[in-house]
């Protein structure tokens, strides 16, 4: 029995797990959504939370607190882009997403995110697929419709059946 056990190891020492915890945060804060194992996304998770709580208050104490476990770029991020969409929210920022198992160890795979997207990249995938379709809109109208394959084939039998 772990009586009076806190926590997870991951057979780690203090330094270590502390670095790892820092490395997955880091990466959920820059790239908003990451891959990990399960247990490590609720290792983490609360200690998220808690993070969340101090940017929303965005004062100069809570932005030296996050400093002390983020980096500045990491904070400025936390604080600007971040933290303003959980406005109304009091707790729960995060979700796992189960994705399957890991192939080499079986390891029970999860994709956290945050559960706000951010309005910026739903603008930028919809104003690309626009793009896009405009450009292959105009390069359609420039040009005289391609012909397949199979008519030039045709077009070809026809040829040499006339020739005969």
């Known amino acids: 029995m772990r009586k009076n ?3 997870r190891q991951f057979k780690r020492d203090k330094n270590e797990r502390a670095a790892l915890f820092k490395g997955l945060i880091s990466s959920l804060v820059l790239h908003e959504r990451i891959k990990t194992t399960e247990e ?3 290792a983490i998770k609360g200690e998220v939370d808690k ?3 101090k940017a929303k208050k965005g004062d100069l104490a809570a932005r030296h607190l996050l400093q ?3 980096a500045k770029k990491e904070v400025e991020k936390l604080i600007l882009e971040i933290a303003p969409r959980f ?7 995060t979700r796992t997403i189960r994705i399957g198992r890991r192939f080499s160890d079986n390891a029970q795979m999860v994709l956290m995110e945050w559960v706000v997207k951010s309005s910026i990249d739903v603008n930028k995938f919809s104003a690309s697929k626009q793009l896009s379709a405009s450009v292959v809109a105009r390069e359609t109208s420039d040009k005289k419709p391609a012909t397949t394959e199979t008519q030039k084939k045709r077009e070809a039998r026809k040829k040499r059946s006339a020739k005969k």
């Open 40 to 42: 490590k996304a609720k």
């Open 87 to 93: 406005n109304g929210r009091q707790g729960g920022y």
């Open 5 to 7: 056990v806190f926590g």
């Open 51 to 53: 993070i969340i709580t």
């Open 68 to 70: 002390g476990q983020l």
